[in-house]
């Protein structure tokens, strides 16, 4: 994926002749990075190219998407979202090699493979662009469904319970006969599967937390990992304030109350939070930014259901994962709210590649 990236990237450079259309902010965001790019490296971290891939890869991906002008954003979504079902099944059955993890199927029946969210992208594109719930949009929540529960991923099965509820929150369009049909097919479909005997075990685990996720045990030992790598951080006032430019290895003792025997010292490239993951390379400085930025993309956006769901996604996706720093894709959301009605804005210019 990541070479074919390079390969579009560069070969949209080559047709254009060497020009390429680039707003100020993307130069503004690649000299914040570069300074923490350079820290990092001051500080010699052992294996820097772990962290340098993905921002690398995201440039580039996101040079695709300003200069592709005539670049279809939702049937994209609707055809990774297809592929990434396809590739869940083989991979379920066995006849597909498994590039994200070293084994196929883990804990309780989780099936692990490619992260899971174009589903969660297609339901932004609706809110953004003020679109309808239609046909298009439950067969492609139909056909993520499998991927999600595959996964065993409570984190996206409830950012896209949210983003739909906002889809359906018009009262006048809910008493449409369509729209009745529509929801309780996915509803009832949804809660049968959950229950049934193909369901995994790990997800029936999880369902009952979807009314209660504070007391869901993923969050608390999230939380309880934030806690103690805090503790154990070492971090001078000039480290707090500018991080340390790449994560550092975090080792902490993980107790489980249920069973002693398997509490243990646990060693993480990042704890599973995107806010720890800022601050660990930029201090309270890249927090502050990211924060500036994000409240910036939420006034640019209009509507207030794009809002909640925009916001919705930023923080329960950074508080269970680091998944929003290190999965280029989620790159079409700021892409959405920027560049969504002309592909280019008015501070866009061309450069010339020597």
Not at 88 to 101: E, M, Q, S, V
């Amino acid at each position: 994926m990541l070479c074919l990236l390079v390969l579009v990237s560069t070969t949209i450079i080559v047709i254009k002749k060497g020009k390429i259309k680039t707003p100020l902010y993307f130069y503004i965001a690649f000299g914040i990075y570069l300074i923490f790019l350079i820290l990092g490296f001051a500080y010699g971290h052992e294996d820097p190219q772990i962290d340098i891939k993905f921002q690398i890869f995201a440039f580039l991906f996101y040079l695709f998407l300003l200069n592709k002008k005539d670049f279809k954003v939702l049937p994209f979504l609707f055809f990774i979202n297809i592929i990434v079902l396809i590739i869940y099944i083989l991979l379920y059955k066995g006849l597909f090699p498994n590039l994200w993890h070293t084994v196929i199927v883990g804990y309780q029946g989780r099936v692990y493979g490619p992260s899971i969210i174009p589903i969660v992208l297609i339901l932004f594109y609706y809110l953004i662009k003020n679109k309808s719930f239609d046909l298009k949009l439950a067969l492609a929540i139909i056909i993520a469904m499998p991927s999600l529960v595959l996964t065993t991923n409570l984190m996206n099965i409830v950012i896209v319970g949210i983003l739909i509820a906002l889809l359906t929150l018009d009262f006048k369009k809910l008493i449409q006969p369509k729209i009745i049909f529509i929801i309780l097919g996915i509803g009832i479909s949804s809660f049968a599967f959950f229950t049934s005997d193909f369901a995994p075990d790990l997800i029936k685990e999880k369902v009952p937390y979807l009314l209660n996720p504070l007391e869901y045990p993923s969050l608390k030992i999230r939380q309880n990992d934030l806690k103690a790598a805090l503790r154990r951080e070492n971090f001078t006032p000039l480290e707090k304030i500018f991080g340390e430019g790449f994560g550092a290895r975090t080792t902490i003792f993980r107790e489980n109350e249920r069973a002693q025997s398997w509490s243990n010292f646990y060693t993480f490239q990042e704890i599973d939070n995107g806010f720890y993951y800022l601050y660990h390379r930029g201090g309270y400085l890249l927090l502050l930014i990211f924060m500036s930025i994000h409240g910036y993309l939420i006034f640019k956006i209009k509507s207030i259901k794009a809002r909640t769901g925009f916001v919705f996604i930023v923080l329960f996706t950074c508080l269970l994962s680091i998944h929003y720093f290190n999965n280029m894709f989620y790159l079409i959301i700021p892409f959405l709210i920027l560049e969504g009605r002309n592909n280019t804005t008015k501070a866009s210019q061309e450069y010339k590649i020597n």
